[in-house]
């Protein structure tokens, strides 16, 4: 196949559809023959994924590297940046923690020079392995008090050489403004780089917006190549905690209720998309006592301050929402962080997460807990407890937890070691990021709660391949695809 120039997707906000947009490109041209890798300078965000080789990059990456068919690769997100406290970040470069810092210190004291180095050289290793790299832009790109710091939007597309493309979404409103607007703030140099617009989100029949499309056209001398309709039907992670908005639901009758604990810092939401997908299942995410008090399962999740998202539980009257529903004889397990917070104690000799050197847990299982500088970033094969079926899963964690009693294993790993603590059928906790993915896991947990089968086990990487596919075949449907390809062989 001929050698594509990059392709990149910007956007006039956030959480306008950059990375679902990116993730049906890098299948389409998976589709179409090419090997086409995605890529995202800098990413802020709480969902992160192991590597094959044990590194950390963001979710939303790791989900368009498989729908492009490729292993994910910190090359393709080679600055992570995740949320400690409503100020401060901890910075993952190439894949790896160098440390915590303050936004001040990240966008105005930071050496942004030598940061951009590191990003245009990870570019340039995938660029020199896949033909296109499918880009994705971060945020609004024309920030004015932050365009001469960026690393991630238009100086990035004007090293990639990339065809850019600008993403409006229509459903918010606005979308004249936010357009215009955003093109008017480009520089002549900037301005230059966009190939084209896209209007996404569109709800009904869009040939009655093709008076809109021509006014659009005309005020910025710009193509609109593609009206993407608004769509519920097809599944694609979701990289933003924004997209939980929509899942604030409640208990309801004749479904097992599972209650996600909304924590302030939530991270890995993802975990619970094909448990959330289970049709014997509502699953809804709250802080509310009195809707915790009603679920038969309650999970604790991921946190990126685990000491401070205790704290915030056991103020808030959460946790004592969570003794009750365990004292009724409901399930209470929890995932990374979460698995840490049932423990006894969590400790921070290194004031890693903040300035609380210890807390005490909510004591329903008899596990230790104490935060350590290397982070454990590793994709595992394993078993779950008594059943032979091989589970995939990923860690991502900064603690080290011990039982001074006797080892009561939820998994073992596939070298043998035994991981996670098993109490009893309505307490348990594992570092195992993904472990809910596995049929036979969601089985076990729901065993207790309905005599309904789960039926035929789905295969949930199959099944996310068929989304790949009709996301592709929206697209295809609602963009000028010779349009794009012209643009990319110029």
């Not at 896949?130 to 920030?143: N, R, T």
Request: glycine share 8%.
């Amino acid at each position: 196949m001929p050698t594509l120039r990059p392709i990149m997707f910007v956007g006039t906000a956030s959480d306008v559809g950059k990375s679902v947009i990116t993730a049906g490109f890098c299948r389409i041209f998976k589709q179409d023959g090419y090997q086409p890798a995605p890529f995202k300078a800098q990413n802020m965000s709480l969902n992160s994924y192991a590597t094959p080789d044990g590194l950390e990059i963001g979710r939303a990456q790791a989900v368009q590297a498989e729908a492009a068919g490729i292993p994910c690769h910190t090359d393709m997100n080679p600055v992570l940046l995740k949320p400690t406290t409503d100020k401060s970040s901890q910075v993952i470069l190439n894949g790896k923690p160098i440390g915590t810092q303050s936004a001040y210190e990240y966008f105005m004291a930071n050496d942004r020079n030598e940061l951009f180095t590191s990003v245009k050289q990870a570019f340039d290793r995938l660029a020199s392995r896949y033909s296109p790299v499918v880009m994705e832009g971060a945020g609004s790109i024309s920030e004015l008090n932050l365009k001469h710091r960026d690393i991630t939007n238009l100086r990035m597309a004007a090293h990639a050489g990339a065809a850019t493309y600008l993403i409006g979404d229509i459903d918010r409103g606005g979308l004249f403004g936010s357009v215009y607007g955003t093109i008017a703030l480009l520089t002549p140099e900037e301005r230059a780089c966009i190939k084209g617009i896209i209007v996404n989100k569109f709800r009904g029949d869009a040939r009655l917006f093709e008076d809109g499309k021509r006014m659009l056209e005309e005020l910025t001398g710009l193509p609109v190549v593609g009206i993407l309709p608004y769509f519920r039907d097809i599944f694609i992670e979701q990289e933003d905690s924004v997209s939980l908005e929509a899942k604030f639901r409640s208990a309801v009758v004749g479904k097992v209720n599972v209650a996600v604990i909304l924590l302030k810092r939530l991270s890995n939401f993802t975990d619970f998309d094909q448990l959330e997908r289970d049709p014997r299942v509502n699953l809804f995410y709250t802080n509310q006592p009195d809707e915790i008090e009603k679920a038969d399962i309650v999970i604790l999740p991921g946190s990126k301050n685990t000491i401070e998202d205790l704290l915030a539980i056991k103020n808030s009257g959460v946790a004592q929402a969570i003794y009750t529903v365990y004292k009724k004889g409901k399930t209470v397990i929890g995932i990374c962080g979460g698995y840490q917070m049932l423990g006894e104690t969590i400790e921070d000799p290194d004031h890693l997460e903040g300035t609380i050197e210890a807390m005490p847990g909510l004591g329903l299982l008899p596990v230790q807990t104490i935060l350590q500088p290397i982070k454990t970033t590793e994709q595992r094969q394993f078993t779950y407890r008594e059943t032979l079926a091989s589970c995939m899963g990923y860690e991502i964690h900064m603690g080290e937890t011990t039982t001074s009693g006797e080892s009561r294993p939820v998994t073992h790993l596939s070298d043998g070691r035994p991981e996670g603590y098993f109490l009893n059928r309505k307490c348990w906790g594992t570092y195992l990021h993904g472990i809910l993915d596995n049929a036979v896991v969601i089985d076990d947990l729901l065993a207790d709660y309905t005599t309904e089968s789960g039926g035929q086990a789905i295969d949930f990487q199959n099944f996310k391949a068929q989304q790949y596919d009709r996301l592709a075949d929206v697209i295809r449907a609602h963009v000028d695809m010779d349009q794009i390809y012209a643009s990319l062989r110029c």
